[in-house]
């Protein structure tokens, strides 16, 4: 199936680092959205982006749509140990039909060492 | 507030078997999709139904199909189950077919054997 390209693949960090991953994909999308899933249970919306160019913060999140509409990052500030999970990014197309599927990143895992 | 429900939540079925997921969307939403998470992946986009028409399909089989009841609430059924199919099945909905962001249930983890 189709799938973005999300790096890293994993981190390890200290608690009190800064976090960044990011999305790449070869198509153009309408809506980037990110977000976290914790095992055992269904993801999690963070942050929602709906122009290019677009910089929106969710607490210690900032996310940006890319202004080539192809990419997006995600930063976490100030890690702490909750934040350990699985990030996801997403991308929305808007298809025939007016069917809005996403198209996901494989997930970036992510590690906190208290 | 319910958030989206998904039942059962852990399923074991033998190859060959038919098996069907059930979904309830939060209260007001018309939109439910459908995604398969094999372990280690993102979720893959199965179906999307709105006020009970599909709206959108992935690339599945003929074995899986859906429909969606008058009160918004979903099935998703998958006939002839392989081992490929063990996956963690998510429901998600939203208000309307729109580019906000969907609210997922926490899914049902379907192992065939």
């Known amino acids: 199936g189709q799938q973005l390209n999300q790096s890293p693949q994993s981190m390890f960090i200290q608690e009190g680092e800064d976090v960044s991953m990011n999305c790449t994909s070869s198509?153009?999308?309408?809506?980037w959205l990110w977000y976290k899933q914790d095992p055992g249970e269904g993801p999690v919306l963070l942050i929602a982006?709906?122009?290019?160019?677009e910089l929106t913060s969710n607490g210690r999140l900032t996310a940006q749509f890319g202004i080539t509409r192809k990419d997006s990052f995600l930063n976490i500030s100030a890690s702490i140990p909750s934040d350990v999970g699985i990030y996801f990014c997403?991308?929305?197309?808007f298809g025939a039909g007016n069917n809005r599927k996403l198209i996901w990143g494989l997930g970036t895992s992510l590690a906190v060492n208290p | 507030d319910a958030g989206v429900t998904q039942s059962p939540t852990h399923l074991i079925k033998t190859r060959g078997q038919h098996v069907t997921l059930r979904c309830s969307p939060i209260?007001?939403?018309?939109?439910v999709s459908w995604y398969q998470q094999v372990l280690g992946q993102g979720p893959q986009f199965i179906f999307q139904?709105?006020?009970?028409?599909?709206?959108g399909r992935g690339n599945f089989p003929d074995r899986f199909s859906a429909r969606q009841f008058p009160n918004y609430s979903s099935e998703l059924n998958v006939n002839a189950l392989l081992l490929g199919d063990s996956a963690l099945y998510l429901c998600?909905?939203?208000?309307?077919?729109?580019?906000?962001?969907?609210?997922f249930g926490s899914g049902t983890r379907l192992t065939v054997v």
């Open positions: 998600a909905s939203s208000f309307l077919q729109s580019n906000y962001g969907y609210t």
């Open positions: 198509s153009i999308f309408n809506t």
């Open positions: 982006l709906y122009k290019a160019g």
């Open positions: 997403a991308g929305q197309l």
């Open positions: 209260s007001g939403h018309k939109s």
């Open positions: 139904y709105y006020e009970k028409e599909e709206r």
